[in-house]
């Protein structure tokens, strides 16, 4: 099973225990008497009239004790997007505790765009961009496509960057990430999977994709630690086997899918001949792993071909 990886570049130690705060971790708390734009302390404050200019390094160092592998980048859009001092620290001490760097600073970059992340919204990953870029490769120009689960839209965002003269929709349960997806220009559908679909969209869809969860719930506790304190579990537990919403969306992609029409579900890479055979049961042909630019496969994609298989939902 593919883990979900972490929505930054923190890559803390996975803790088999409770879990512990900056001191337990050896973080060492924020001292509350220097500015962390400044490090400087009452002491050892530059002479009046002087600008030492936020110190970029203080921050790394900080984040670097947390475990950041990234630190320097993080520490960059933090600085970018704190408005001034007070708000900095209060943006440190709170990726510090591990809460996603998206979360804190408001934004995530996919395939190149500016998401807009609101707390409580599942982060787009970059395991998920093949899936996006194909998906917007095979949208044609004025075509039709649906996002299942869509969380802040991202990959929504990818296909309608892509094509914009075509028509792309989301669904989506949490009412917070819905929000956020209409934030970042997506049409979206408040409901469970494509339950909320409108009935017009039948057997119109040239391109539907899923980022669903695919985790296996006895899995769920190898995730890292700050995946499984913040992230929605929503978003995470995929059942038993990993499988629940992905069986359900390969069941039911023919009911909205066109003859000839792709569905694309990121999926973990031991889970992939699995749900082949499921795809092709239910009428998909050329079926194939979706793979990173290591060879790592990443999801999977399938056409619907109506002259044969299970089309029924």
């Known amino acids: 099973m593919s883990e979900v990886g972490e929505p930054a570049s923190c890559g803390r130690p996975r803790s088999t225990g409770r879990e512990p705060g900056p001191a337990a971790t050896g ?68 990726r510090l505790t591990g809460e996603p760097l998206a979360w804190v600073v408001g934004r995530a970059g996919f395939c190149g765009l500016d998401v807009a992340i609101e707390p409580g ?35 929504a965002m990818v ?11 989301g669904t989506e349960l949490d009412p917070v990430a819905s ?48 995946v499984q304190r913040f992230e929605p579990r929503l978003a995470l537990d995929g059942g038993e086997d990993g499988l629940d919403l992905v069986t359900v969306a390969v069941s039911r992609g023919p009911r909205w899918l066109r003859d000839g029409g792709w569905l694309l579900l990121e999926i973990g890479g031991d889970q992939v001949a699995g749900v082949t055979a499921s795809m092709t049961k239910w009428g998909y042909v050329d079926v194939e792993a979706l793979v990173d630019g290591d060879g790592d496969p990443r999801g999977v994609r399938g056409r619907l071909d109506r002259s044969g298989g299970r089309l029924e939902r």
Do not use: F
């Open 27 to 94: 973080i060492p708390p924020l001292d509350p008497g220097i500015d962390p734009m400044t490090e400087h302390g009452p002491d050892t404050a530059p002479d009046p009239g002087t600008d030492p200019g936020p110190d970029a390094a203080a921050i790394v160092r900080a984040l670097e004790g947390a475990g950041c592998v990234a630190a320097a980048e993080e520490a960059g859009e933090l600085l970018a997007t704190a408005r001034d001092a007070a708000d900095l620290r209060q943006k440190l001490e709170r």
């Open 121 to 155: 919204v599942y982060v787009p990953r970059w395991q998920s961009e093949p899936l996006a870029l194909e998906a917007a490769r095979l949208l044609p120009d004025t075509g039709l496509a649906v996002d299942l689960c869509t969380g802040s839209g991202a990959v």
């Open 159 to 169: 296909m309608a960057s892509a094509r914009p003269e075509a028509r792309v929709v």
């Open 179 to 226: 929000r956020c997806a209409r934030r970042n220009g997506v049409t979206t559908y408040e409901g469970w999977l494509d339950d909320p679909l409108p009935g017009e969209l039948a057997s119109a869809v040239d391109v539907m994709t899923g980022v669903l969860p695919y985790v296996p719930r006895t899995a769920l506790h190898l995730l890292p630690r700050d």
